[in-house]
């Protein structure tokens, strides 16, 4: 699992950037092309208008064409230098336009045009913002196209010279507009994959986590049977002992060894069993009011012989005015047993244990505290986490699964309270209770 694991991630992280990669360029190859068809469209609508515009303003009334055959007959000015600006108005000219990008799939596209003759300094015809979106040329495109009659025409060498040209404001946020739904495909669906590979990388150190605590429960497991059962070997190869037998004291003092173990034993069991239980959620909390202060009296005793052994000091200091609550007797009193045991196993010869209680609005305050060997930063952010046991160094009687701290928070919160732990290395340990009064 370890050498396989950064095998996996490198090749999915290879996999991840590729796709992002080439979904860039196939992105940027689709709006050149779309970009250059677009121009190509607007050219051709060019050509169109143009033509258009050309043929319209060779339509002379009848009656009035020009008979230049005739050597010195006077022609009027007018028809022999035909001109689109005289022609046509402002608003024939943009519905030609508008009706030539249409015919080239540019539907609802803006645009500036103008006429003009010669240059932008001679005289024109312009659109409202032409000129604004002319000298903006560097994010506008401008197409130009001669205004000339056919080859042949009998206006081709007498026609004024004049110029149409169309300016579509920003192509390219058309082009990127276009585009928009390739755009937030690409993005959704590398989105999409990038969750896929979190989540592929979070489920695999999970599981390698998962290994090691299941690694670490074994061997505690192994280990806390395997001290009893040898406690219990050797105690049963003495009652064979033929001394023994006629010892009445000897053979109780064996017996209490054997029951002393067999308990022991159970009460890791039932450990056991009690988080596989909370795991299923199939305990059932038998709510009541109690007093919370007889209860915590109750978890007090249980462990006022283990403290008295050791030489310990026991502080208890009852100070709330509101102490009755919800609670289930028998979850409630294990809960605080379990701070209190852990207050013992961790204190080393140093044991002192300060237990009080106050109240916090409506919320019952049961504080913990001991001056043992404290914790880590890191052992305190997964002392709750089950089966997570913190490296003690050198201590090496301190035994158990890792479900203490686990099961606490668990029936902290079917009690509807919070938990909160502080410890620093070397300076002890405090675990504040807030339970809801009745």
Excluded at 182 to 187: E, K, T
Excluded at 209 to 233: C, G, R, V
Excluded at 408 to 415: L, N, Q
């Amino acid at each position: 699992m370890k050498k396989i694991f950064p095998v996996i991630t490198f090749l999915i992280l290879i996999s991840l950037l590729g796709l992002i990669f080439f979904q860039f360029l196939w992105l940027q190859t689709a709006k050149k092309i779309k970009q250059k068809q677009f121009t190509e469209n607007v050219i051709r609508a060019t050509a169109q208008a143009a033509s258009e515009l050309v043929e319209g303003n060779l339509l002379v009334p009848q009656g009035k064409l020009p008979r230049i055959s005739l050597g010195n007959s006077r022609i009027p000015q007018e028809l022999l230098k035909p001109s689109v600006m005289q022609r046509f108005t402002i608003e024939e000219i943009r519905a030609i336009i508008k009706r030539a990008l249409a015919n080239n799939y540019l539907l609802n596209v803006n645009f500036e045009f103008a006429i003009t003759q010669n240059s932008l300094l001679g005289d024109r015809l312009e659109s409202d913002h032409f000129f604004q979106c002319y000298m903006d040329s560097l994010n506008h495109m401008r197409h130009i196209i001669p205004l000339m009659p056919p080859s042949g025409s009998v206006f081709e060498n007498l026609a004024r010279e004049e110029f149409l040209v169309i300016i579509v404001p920003n192509e390219k946020v058309i082009v990127l507009r276009e585009l928009r739904w390739f755009i937030f495909g690409a993005v959704l669906f590398t989105l999409i994959i990038t969750t896929a590979f979190y989540l592929t990388i979070r489920t695999l150190l999970r599981q390698k986590k998962l290994s090691e605590i299941k690694s670490d429960f074994i061997n505690n497991m192994t280990h806390e049977f395997k001290t009893p059962l040898a406690t219990i070997s050797l105690a049963v190869d003495a009652l064979k002992n033929e001394k023994v037998y006629s010892d009445a004291e000897k053979i109780k003092y064996y017996t209490g060894i054997i029951k002393d173990e067999n308990r022991r034993m159970n009460k890791q069991v039932e450990s056991i069993l009690q988080a596989a239980l909370l795991d299923k959620q199939r305990v059932e909390l038998n709510l009541k009011p109690f007093d919370a202060h007889q209860l915590i009296q109750t978890a007090l005793n249980n462990v006022s012989l283990p403290i008295a052994e050791r030489g310990g000091v026991l502080e208890v200091n009852f100070n709330a005015d509101h102490h009755t609550i919800l609670a289930d007797e028998v979850h409630f009193t294990n809960l605080v047993n379990n701070l209190l045991d852990n207050a013992i196993k961790y204190s080393g010869d140093n044991l002192h244990i300060k237990l009080s209680t106050s109240n916090a609005g409506k919320m019952l305050k049961i504080k913990i505290e001991d001056e043992g060997i404290g914790m880590t930063k890191e052992t305190l952010h997964r002392i709750f986490e089950k089966f997570y046991r913190a490296h003690t160094g050198n201590i090496h009687n301190v035994k158990g699964f890792g479900l203490g701290l686990s099961y606490v928070k668990t029936m902290i919160d079917a009690h509807n309270g919070t938990i909160k732990a502080e410890s620093a290395p070397g300076k002890g340990s405090a675990f504040t209770l807030l339970i809801p009064t009745a």
